[in-house]
């Protein structure tokens, strides 16, 4: 692929396997409908939620594109009182990412991050490059070995 977002950049540096994907024109699209063009089952495809606690941390929150954070399940993961989601216009000068292009690799400071359990049954997981209209696809192990992060069942059930 000719053109390299940050997120691939640091995969390339850090000698990372992953594979890059790019789709559309540029608009940002639902997670699912990602998931569908790039024929991937949307269990194996995530989206990252950037939340604010009742502490006022900052929290990042990586879950299947086809689900919904359960911001219950959320907050106990964080030990947090409560949590909600952030306002799109922080999230650019908060991350460096846009809504629809928020990757947990990359983000201007390292925030806790917490992905979703069901990734540990999957070889690998696709999510955002950092851009819209690319993905990266690599193993949850490797992106555990660069992205400081636990796992926690988050999602509605």
């Known amino acids: 692929m000719a053109f390299k977002t940050n997120v691939m950049r640091i995969l390339d540096r850090e000698k990372?396997?992953?594979?890059?994907?790019?789709?559309?024109?540029?608009?940002?699209?639902?997670?699912t409908e990602v998931a569908e063009i790039l024929g991937k089952d949307p269990s194996s495809v995530f989206k990252t939620l950037v939340t604010a606690g009742a502490s006022r941390r900052n929290y990042v929150f990586v879950i299947p594109v086809d689900r919904e954070l359960d911001l219950k399940k959320a907050a106990k993961a964080a030990g947090e009182k409560s949590i909600e989601m952030i306002k799109s216009k922080e999230l650019?000068?908060?991350?460096g990412y846009v809504h629809g292009g928020c990757s947990p690799i990359g983000m201007k400071k390292q925030f806790p991050t917490f992905i979703d359990s069901s990734c540990e049954g999957l070889e690998t997981m696709t999510f955002s490059a950092g851009k819209i209209g690319y993905q990266v696809e690599l193993s949850p192990q490797d992106l555990f070995r660069l992205v400081p992060c636990r796992t926690a069942e988050l999602t509605v059930q």
């Open 16 to 31: 990372i396997a992953h594979s890059e994907y790019s789709y559309g024109d540029g608009t940002a699209i639902s997670g």
């Open 92 to 95: 650019l000068p908060l991350t």
